[in-house]
């Protein structure tokens, strides 16, 4: 297996990126981060895997959106692939049945 190596950092360090990963509020992109500053300091993918708890191509396709896109690329969320779901998030809370108990 080859090891993952980040070819442009974007201007970031690893004290830079350790610093930034205690800001963030959700641990999903704090693995993110953890993940590109851990193959940074030259840790193996599926090491950083493993220590993280995820799946190794998880941690390619991180270092891969780090080196092309920088920050941004590396945190930006797209929806899940599948079909949109029926209700809306105000609908989520109301009854989904009628019932006829006051009848």
């Not at 205690?22 to 220590?51: N, P």
Request: hydrophobic fraction near 35%; glycine fraction near 8%.
């Amino acid at each position: 297996m080859r090891t993952l190596k980040i070819t442009c950092n974007h201007g970031w360090t690893v004290e830079a990126l350790r610093t930034y990963e205690r800001t963030l509020q959700t641990v999903k992109l704090r693995h993110r981060v953890m993940a590109v500053r851990l193959v940074m300091e030259g840790q193996k993918g599926v090491d950083v895997a493993r220590f993280l708890g995820l799946h190794r191509d998880s941690v390619s396709t991180y270092v891969k959106n780090f080196t092309t896109g920088g920050m941004e690329a590396l945190l930006k969320q797209t929806p899940p692939p599948g079909k949109r779901p029926y209700l809306t998030e105000e609908g989520f809370g109301l009854e989904s049945c009628w019932n006829t108990r006051i009848l």
